[in-house]
């Protein structure tokens, strides 16, 4: 039994005889017979009463139009679901990111909920070092890195240019100057991220290397913390540019160079090789290869692998 034969029984059940289901069929009358004959051997079950002159349905025909309806109906609706997924007037996302690394989605979703607003986003927060398994395992169609995975059987695609930048206060006594030494930093307060990171150490190390102390007396536990205490004349700290860039351009803070220390880092898209991505997910990377483009500057993007 297939849902061929179940569009011809329906028809036959609706139009009462076989030649005007036929005709409803653009098929011969020989040939829905034959096919309502197959269905009933099938079935064991006599299907229509053929005594009768419209061709009333049995009491095994009358379960079966129940049935048939809502197989038919079913398979309707799921033709109409994929049609919507394939417009982009349905579907869901879900991307797996840090606090950092979210960053970077926020414009980039922005202009994905304009094109494509029936699409439900859901960015899901995740350990850096967690996200590629969790892009692996199905939790997550993409991840957001500041490193590049090893793993081979994901796709990794660089979408932003990155530094750890020195802020301070406009009021802090070294707001004015353009560059300072790192042997300049040794006698200030420094406000930092609570959550290890590679880029935290490095900073350790570069202090390390030039003997000048690293003083780290308060740690918070979110970039947005550190950037308003430090704005309120509470030390310095080292931070992401993009998460400072408001503050910057409204004289929040103050970026200053710090002559031995450039610290760029890339974040990148990963997604897996293996499975075929989504209909939302394919319109996602569009719209991010187009936001590079049209803004420039920090925004990439950039096949790795």
Do not use: C, W
């Not at 351009?249 to 997604?271: D, M, N, S, W």
Request: charged share 25%.
């Amino acid at each position: 039994m297939d849902l061929s034969q179940l569009e011809v029984f329906l028809a036959v059940a609706r139009e009462g005889r076989f030649s005007l289901a036929a005709e409803k069929l653009y098929r011969t009358q020989s040939a829905v017979s034959q096919t309502i004959q197959k269905l009933e051997q099938e079935l064991n079950e006599p299907l229509i009463d053929r005594s009768s002159r419209d061709g009333q349905l049995t009491d095994a025909g009358r379960v079966l139009q129940e049935y048939a309806e809502r197989l038919l109906n079913l398979r309707n609706d799921a033709r109409e679901a994929l049609t919507e997924l394939r417009e982009l007037q349905k579907g869901k996302l879900a991307i797996a990111a840090n606090e950092f690394t979210a960053l970077y989605l926020l414009p980039v979703l922005g202009e994905f909920r304009r094109l494509h607003p029936m699409i439900r986003i859901t960015v899901q927060r995740a350990l850096g070092s967690q996200i590629p398994d969790d892009v692996l395992r199905r939790n997550a169609e993409f991840g957001v890195l500041t490193y590049e995975p090893q793993d081979p059987r994901l796709h990794s695609v660089v979408v932003y240019q990155d530094e750890l930048i020195l802020v301070v206060s406009p009021g802090h006594p070294l707001a004015h100057e353009k560059e300072v030494s790192i042997r300049q930093l040794g006698a200030e307060s420094f406000v930092a991220h609570i959550v290890p990171s590679p880029y935290r150490e490095k900073v350790i190390q570069a202090f390390q290397r030039h003997k000048t102390p690293l003083h780290m007396a308060v740690e918070l536990p979110t970039l947005q913390a550190i950037h308003r205490f430090v704005a309120m004349g509470n030390g310095v700290a080292f931070l992401p540019q993009i998460s400072v860039e408001n503050e910057l351009a409204g004289g929040e803070l103050v970026h200053i160079a710090v002559r031995e220390l450039r610290l760029h880092r890339k974040l990148r898209l990963i997604y897996r090789k293996s499975a075929g991505i989504s209909h939302a997910a394919r319109a996602f990377l569009k719209v991010a290869a187009a936001f590079a483009t049209e803004r420039h500057g920090h925004y990439r993007f950039e096949k790795e692998r």
